[in-house]
């Protein structure tokens, strides 16, 4: 087969630069991958996201579109990589053999995973109170296949192999924490004999092999609601003992979030209702009333984590994360003061709040003046050499996101008959809500008005919940409870879904009740 020569220069970094020789007729991002670059690749390669950008010839071409018939110089551009994503970058070695141990081994630590639709992150436990508490991030391999769960599944729907491939790769990277985590504390993984992991439907799914293509279509039921708990060594993982897992309220609404509940013990404590919203590529919610739970989930997209947006980021530094208007200007702040590179969620939020404030957008989401973008930096304050703007698609983008999650909240109130006003504390939890400012949330009508107080931020409750059921068994019970406790809402067959989801899209609306 006929070979060419690839090779690859980073923008603005002479020493990193690949060359490597390949087969005719693969695909450019495939390469760019083998080369070691991480490029983003939001849509899994359908080629619609346009983050996959690559220069070759002076040209901007996506990866993921282009197959190789010659050899080729490519300049991989900053803005196209996954840079600054990895808290700790793990590396694994995928061929190592893991082997049952004999139980005779320590029993004195254990593992809380939260396994996210983007990133994974583990914590150690040493069950004798002797060492720190540790943790460790990374990067969810799998996003190969497409930053949203519903991208994965259709990948999995397509190549029913492509369900293996998945969970080797989740696999990989847990033991690849766990690795990390022992070597930090002279232990081995061996060592830890106990995992809890908690996440959404698709991932808990995926990970114990359970192929989750019944959420790829009407009815989005998931395909099982709970997961017995397994030998570590059966699925690849290189601990000892057993892999336990939370069970799920239904559809997309999984063990992560039966984690989160578990951590706010005041959810249910009084007959006030309360809400609970986990913002990621999904919205879920749980509305806590009169000693039940009732879940339903958002199919919000990953507008929030920069995809679908023009100049679009994940939260990595020269991300602009705040935007203001001081003095007659937009002001923009980025991640780390870096040059600014793109919107990521917090920002495109406040960008577009803060639009709607001067008139400069109307809440139809049309500018007023008819034009197609505003200039939010000009191409000489920008770390990309172009000027950063928002666009009317970006503005669209983020009414169907926000939209989406907006009429969860108003039916899940409705159905209720509960008034936004009623509910006495609004938590949010999710990486997403730690960064959003709480006033433009409210300003774009994400959220409903309530007063600031009985807003409450609890980061990331998954793991934070995983932890409870890893050092208290009782509360795996308390999980199995919540769970009997709950009704869950399948919102997308709802009769009233389509109404109140286009009423949602007005931005600034308020949530109203029946
Ligand atoms: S356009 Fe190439 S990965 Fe999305």
């Known amino acids: 087969m006929t070979q060419h020569r690839i090779t690859f220069h980073q923008e603005n970094g002479a020493d990193q630069e690949q060359t490597l020789t390949v087969s005719a007729g693969i695909r450019l991002d495939s390469a760019t991958l083998q080369a070691g670059f991480d490029l983003r690749t939001h849509c899994g390669g359908a080629g619609t996201c346009g983050k996959c950008q690559l220069i070759v010839n002076g040209q901007k071409i996506l990866a993921c579109r282009t197959v190789i018939e010659s050899d080729l110089d490519v300049i991989v551009p900053g803005f196209s990589l996954r840079t600054g994503e990895h808290h700790v970058v793990i590396q694994t070695d995928s061929k190592s053999t893991v082997c049952c141990l004999p139980s005779a081994v320590s029993k004195g630590y254990g593992v809380a995973v939260d396994i996210g639709t983007t990133t994974l992150a583990a914590e150690l436990h040493d069950f004798t109170g002797k060492l720190p508490t540790q943790t460790a991030a990374c990067a969810n391999p799998q996003r190969k296949f497409g930053d949203d769960v519903m991208t994965r599944i259709q990948k ?9 491939t998945m969970q080797q790769l989740v696999v990989e990277a847990i033991n690849g924490m766990t690795a990390e985590l022992t070597e930090k504390n002279r232990i081995t993984p061996q060592n830890i004999s106990n995992m809890v992991v908690a996440g959404n439907t698709v991932m808990q799914s995926i990970l114990f092999g359970i192929d989750p293509s019944s959420l790829g279509e009407s009815p989005f039921h998931a395909p099982v609601s709970e997961f017995p708990s397994r030998q570590a060594c059966e699925m690849g993982l290189n601990i000892s003992g057993t892999v336990e897992t939370l069970p799920i309220f239904g559809g997309f609404v999984g063990g992560d979030i039966v984690a989160g509940v578990l951590t706010l013990p005041l959810l249910l404590s009084s007959a006030a209702p309360k809400f609970f919203l986990d913002i990621g590529t999904n919205g879920e919610i749980v509305l806590a009333h009169s ?66 404030d001067q008139g400069i957008i109307l809440s139809h989401g049309r500018f007023a003046d008819k034009r197609s973008s505003f200039e939010l930096v000009s191409a000489a304050a920008s770390g990309i050499g172009e000027a950063v703007v928002l666009t009317q698609r970006d503005i669209r983008e983020l009414q169907l996101a926000a939209g989406a999650i907006r009429a969860g909240i108003t039916l899940l109130l409705q159905e209720n008959d509960v008034l936004p006003e009623q509910i006495e504390t609004f938590y949010v939890a999710g990486g997403f809500g730690q960064s959003v400012r709480l006033s433009s949330a409210r300003r774009i009508g994400l959220v409903p008005s309530l007063p600031a107080e009985r807003f409450q931020f609890c980061g990331n409750a998954s793991l934070a919940g995983a932890r409870l059921v890893l050092l208290d068994s009782d509360n795996a019970k308390g999980a199995y409870q919540l769970v009997q406790q709950s009704h869950h809402c399948e919102l997308a067959m709802h009769p009233q879904f389509q109404r109140v989801f286009a009423e949602s899209m007005h931005l600034g609306t308020v949530h109203k009740s029946r």
């Open 156 to 164: 999995i729907m397509e190549k029913p192999a492509t369900l293996i």
């Open 291 to 356: 000693g039940k739970l009732f879940t339903a989930a958002t199919a919000a997209g990953p507008a929030f984590e920069g995809a679908k947006i023009e100049y679009g980021s994940l939260a990595v530094p020269g991300a602009i994360d705040h935007v203001d208007f001081t003095n007659g200007k937009v002001v923009v702040s980025t991640i780390e003061n870096k040059p600014p590179i793109g919107l990521c969620g917090s920002g495109l939020l406040d960008a577009v709040a803060v639009l709607l």
